[in-house]
Nanobody, 122 residues
């Protein structure tokens, strides 16, 4: 089973940018669809973005479309989330996730990292 470790979270002002990274270890990274989810205090976990195994196709949650970009590097076993034009409502713990199913099938994400905190100040 793939192991996931996120990094890159921190404190940023509204309008700023952050880049999250997720390092995967274990066999066959390229066989996994990858995604990012987030969970704010007192709220349910929310889908942020997903990317297909080869990185050709991606999908985004409505609240981040046009501001966030997901990418992956199968040679380095990494997936990234570039976050621009950040808003206070983007404050959350961000989780990297892996799925052996489709990148757009949210229920099939079964492997999770420990999360990284992003705080956007107003």
């Amino acid at each position: 089973q793939v192991q996931l470790v996120e990094s890159g979270g921190g404190l940023v002002q509204a309008g700023g940018s952050l880049r999250l990274s997720c390092q995967a270890s274990g066999p066959s990274f390229s066989t996994y669809s990858m995604g990012w989810f987030r969970q704010a205090p007192g709220k349910e976990r929310e889908f942020v973005a997903g990317i297909s195994r080869r990185g050709v196709l991606s999908i985004y949650g409505d609240s981040v479309k046009g501001r966030f970009t997901i990418s992956r590097d199968n040679a380095k076993n990494t997936v990234a989330l570039q976050m621009n034009s950040l808003k206070p409502e983007d404050t959350a713990v961000y989780y990297c996730a892996a799925s052996l199913g489709s990148y757009s099938s949210l229920r099939e994400y079964r492997s999770w990292g420990q999360g990284t905190l992003v705080t956007v100040s107003s």
